[in-house]
């Protein structure tokens, strides 16, 4: 499967906590998102990406993952968002990949923008800690 990834998962420590496996970094392919502005969720250091007909967001896309990376990828994202299909424009072409696409009264954005290295300067210590704690939870719990 085919996802753009806007916000943290273009981290690639991020993603590879999430998934459990390193990505090479040929995987990611730079892609942009028309029709969406990217802004800093209310309260949280993560960022949403919303409608707006005149913005766009940069990201990459992601090919191949499989039907167990979706799941760890589903539930790190969680009940506030819904994987949708989008045209992004990768190399002058338009093709399509699913997003998680936030479910806007349950994830506010701000008015701050956000940016991966702004992020990856100020914010990853403190967020990577929070999701090391909340996967080895859930990897506690899952186990038979």
Request: overall charge positive; aromatic content about 10%; proline content about 6%.
């Given at each position: 499967?085919?996802?753009?990834?806007?916000?943290?998962?273009?981290?690639?420590?991020?993603?590879?906590?999430?998934?459990?496996?390193?990505?090479?970094?040929?995987?990611?392919?730079?892609?942009?998102?028309?029709?969406?502005?990217?802004?800093?969720?209310?309260?949280?250091?993560?960022?949403v990406?919303?409608?707006?007909?005149?913005?766009?967001?940069?990201?990459?896309?992601?090919?191949?993952?499989?039907?167990?990376?979706?799941?760890?990828?589903?539930?790190?994202?969680?009940?506030?968002?819904?994987?949708?299909?989008?045209?992004?424009?990768?190399?002058?072409?338009?093709?399509?990949?699913?997003?998680?696409?936030?479910?806007?009264?349950?994830?506010?954005?701000?008015?701050?923008?956000w940016?991966?290295?702004?992020?990856?300067?100020?914010?990853?210590?403190?967020f990577?800690?929070?999701?090391?704690?909340?996967?080895?939870?859930?990897?506690?719990?899952?186990?038979?």
């Amino acid at each position: 499967m085919t996802f753009f990834f806007y916000g943290t998962l273009l981290d690639r420590d991020v993603i590879a906590m999430v998934l459990g496996h390193r990505l090479p970094p040929a995987a990611f392919i730079p892609a942009r998102l028309y029709g969406r502005s990217r802004w800093r969720v209310q309260g949280g250091s993560y960022p949403v990406a919303v409608e707006d007909r005149k913005g766009h967001v940069d990201g990459a896309i992601v090919r191949g993952l499989s039907a167990r990376d979706v799941a760890a990828l589903s539930a790190y994202e969680g009940p506030g968002y819904r994987v949708v299909v989008v045209g992004v424009v990768v190399a002058g072409r338009r093709v399509p990949a699913r997003v998680f696409d936030p479910i806007v009264s349950r994830l506010k954005p701000s008015r701050r923008s956000w940016d991966l290295v702004r992020w990856q300067r100020m914010d990853k210590r403190a967020f990577v800690a929070r999701i090391t704690e909340a996967l080895s939870a859930r990897r506690r719990y899952s186990r038979p």
